[in-house]
Each structure stands twice: as C-alpha cells, then as structure tokens.
C-alpha cells in the first residue's frame, strides 16, 4: 500500500525524574500540545495509535474517555522502543487507508511509577516462559534489561577487538548533543575519564551505558499529507517504514549474525541489507542528514550503524570516533541527547526532534541540513522523515 501520511503536530510533556504526575496527566499535556501545534482541536482526532498498556501504562479506552475523543481506529502495542515505528507504522497506514482522518501516537512513560509498582508485586515482565523480553536469561543468571545488550557487546568486543573506551564514545558525543538541549535532562559534559571511572553494571556495561530512566510523555499528530499541508506547522512527510526483523538470525539487542542465542556466527565484513524505506523514500544513506535510533544501551547505537550499512561490521567502533556522531559530526545521531541524556520515552523524544530539525526549530542545535533524516533500530525497523 502507498503510505500518504505526513506528522502535522507534536507535544510534550517534562522530561524529568521523580515527577509527581501520573501517565496520564503527563499524557494530557503533552496531548494539548500537540494540538495546538497543529491548530487542531480535539474533535478532529478520530484514531489513536498508543504506544504503552497494562500494566506499565493507560489504555486506549482509558485515554479516549480522559480526554473525552471519539474513536473510530485504535492500535495499542507494548511500552517498549522496538514498537516506535510499529505505532508510527499503524498511523500511517490507518490515514492513508481511509480508517481514520488524524492519529494521535501517544505515549507516555513513568518509570518513577513502574519501579514502585515492581517493587511491590515483582516484574511483571519477566512472567514469561523463557524470561523478559530485553534478552534476560534467568537460567544463567542474566535478569536485567542490560543483559542482552551486555551478553551482545562482549562478544563484538572479543571478535573486533574493541574496549570499553572506544564504546565511551557513544554517550559522550550523545551527552554533547543534550548540553544544547534545554530540555534533556542531562546538562553536564561527560567526558572519557568520567566514563571509564563509572561503576560496570552488568560487564563490559558501565553506568553511562545506560539510558535514563525518566518520566515524561509524547504524542504526535499523524494525518494526510493534504490535511497536513492546511495545518498550522509545514508538514513533515513520512516517506519510507519498514518493520521489524524477527526469526532465529534476530536478537533482540545484537546485530544478525554475531552469535547470540540462536543466530549463527559469521563475522564477515558485510551482510545483506534491508533497507526497503530508503527504497520508498527515494533516497539512500548517502543523503541522510541525521541518523536517530534507540540509545537505550551505548551498543546499541554501533549495531544500529552497521545494520543499515552506515559502516562495515565490525567498524561502528572506530566510526563514531572523533566527534563523528557529535554536534558538527559527518553523521550527528540523536542530536537532542536521546535515551541516554535526554529521557527515555522509549525513543519519541527522538521522533520529535526529527520533526523539529526539520521544521527548522531546534535552536542552538538546529542542523545545517535536515532534508533526510533516518530512525532506525538494531531489529531492523526504519523510518525516514522529509520535508513536504
């Protein structure tokens, strides 16, 4: 199907830690924003698309009768930031389809909240036949989030010979991006010594290799490109997707072919890429401006890079050296701070920032050129945003 969609509206809420409100509330806010963003008014949200659920989260029904919509088309999937493009994805299709005039994405996340609920009544997402859904292998004593992303960076490091302090550049070039950014959380420099001095948290995973864990919340507006070119704000089209990867050659936080579970071992210098959205969009990696994906671990952002052939395999390493991936970089990637420094709203707070970019509003780090910008993630899935 031929996607005619374009984001017409965002909003958001704090970013913060510790935040008294709830999910809905942070919700709410961000809600009103991004409809007074577009010049929209409630009325005209006839689809939701959300992006979070039972029981980290509000439901759809619930979020139609808060903020009093009428609903004609519904998607709701799990809070987590491989389904960023999944709900973008369903948006798109739902416009363009007839299903629904105008989608609102909606997220919103309290991790504030979910840790005191955890904390009570255990975790509720290792209540799975083979343990949660981040790589944790329970049998063998991996039961946390990073493990996956751990188990996945010791063995890129035992076969390319990569060190902590090459993997350091990662967050710090993504820090530099947050301190221009007076909404991120993370406002001070970090810098190699900072890294290398931090605590390891599962090995070879330090404490600056993790995302924040934050309270606040995003919601975009997703309408026809006609309706979008009526609207308050210059439409930003949504030019190519992709879905998510899966089978026995997919883990979820390692790129395919590096051995983990039960994908084969093969580290060979290049592999088939699927790069369909670029294919939609017209363009190729060579015309991207920015490159944005989910930073909830520092590896996961050299997978990201060799999955969609921005380097070789085995290369991202030496690759984001230098400030390359920094403010003034060859390839800037989450240039308002990401997961890692500005907030984890698993991965829509990069989703707005493309927007912003390329509407021309991001201030002090405003890109020379936002004319191709790519979200994409180590599983496979792929967005591509241009100008109208």
């Known amino acids: ?35 007074e963003d577009a010049g929209l008014c409630r009325e005209d949200v006839d689809g939701i698309s959300i992006h979070q659920g039972s029981p980290l989260g509000v439901d759809y029904d619930r979020v139609a009768s808060a903020l009093g919509l009428q609903l004609h088309y519904v998607n709701q999937s799990w809070l987590h930031g491989r389904f960023v493009t999944n709900s973008l994805q369903h948006a798109a299709m739902a416009v363009s389809c007839g299903m629904a005039d105008v989608v609102a994405c909606f997220t919103s996340v309290s991790f504030s909240r979910e840790r005191a609920i955890l904390a009570g009544e255990g975790d509720h997402e290792a209540n799975r036949e083979e343990g949660g859904s981040h790589g944790e292998a329970p049998l063998y004593g991996l039961e946390s989030p990073g493990s996956g992303a751990a188990m996945a960076m010791q063995r890129y490091m035992a076969t390319y010979g990569v060190t902590s302090a090459d993997l350091a550049a990662v967050p710090i070039s993504i820090r530099s991006h947050a301190c221009q950014n007076p909404a991120a959380i993370m406002q001070n420099e970090l810098t190699l010594e900072d890294h290398q001095s931090a605590r390891i948290v599962i090995d070879p995973l330090r404490l600056y290799d993790f995302c924040l864990l934050s309270d606040a ?21 949504i030019a190519g997707l992709q879905g998510i990867q899966a089978g026995r050659e997919e883990f979820v936080f390692a790129p395919p072919h590096l051995g983990i579970a039960q994908q084969t071992f093969a580290p060979t210098k290049t592999y088939d890429l699927a790069n369909e959205a670029f294919e939609y969009a017209g363009a190729t990696i060579k015309d991207v401006d920015a490159f944005y994906t989910y930073d909830a671990f520092s590896p996961l952002v050299l997978f990201s890079l060799e999955r969609f052939g921005y380097c070789g395999r085995g290369e991202a390493a030496a ?12 390839l800037p990637v989450n240039t308002s701070g990401g997961l890692l420094s500005e ?3 698993s991965g829509w707070n990069c989703i707005i920032e493309m927007v912003r970019q ?12 936002s004319e191709v910008l790519h979200w994409g993630t180590p599983w496979g899935d792929s967005a591509i945003l241009t100008p109208m």
């Open 358 to 369: 390329i509407r021309g509003q991001a201030g002090p780090r405003q890109l020379p050129r």
């Open 217 to 237: 919340a995003v919601v975009v507006l997703v309408t026809s490109s006609d309706r979008a070119r009526d609207l308050r704000q210059p439409p930003v089209r």
């Open 343 to 345: 907030a984890h709203v």
């Open 1 to 35: 199907m031929k996607i005619d969609a374009a984001i017409a509206g965002i909003g958001a809420s704090k970013f913060g830690r510790g935040l008294p409100d709830s999910q809905m509330a942070m919700g709410t806010v961000a809600f009103k924003k991004a409809l």
């Open 319 to 330: 690759f984001v050296q230098d400030g390359r991936i920094g403010p003034g970089g060859s």
